[in-house]
């Protein structure tokens, strides 16, 4: 439970520190995917899970 809630803290800090370093391309970003359809949003989430599933795999062995 430690290494995921280490992990989840690690992504949150990494995300605060893209919006601190790029705000105007955050926002950029932000407006483009409010642009983009449900379906690809989806899509694009399920496959970065099983990207990360896979890594994490390959990580751990």
């Not at 955050?26 to 399920?46: D, E, F, N, Q, V």
Request: charged share 10%.
């Amino acid at each position: 439970m430690t290494e995921l809630l280490s992990a989840l803290a690690l992504a949150f800090a990494l995300e605060g520190l893209l919006y601190a370093a790029f705000p105007n391309h955050m926002k950029k970003m932000l407006a483009t995917l409010l642009a983009t359809p449900a379906s690809s949003i989806r899509a694009i989430g399920l496959a970065c899970a099983a990207a990360g599933l896979v890594l994490l795999f390959i990580i751990r062995g």
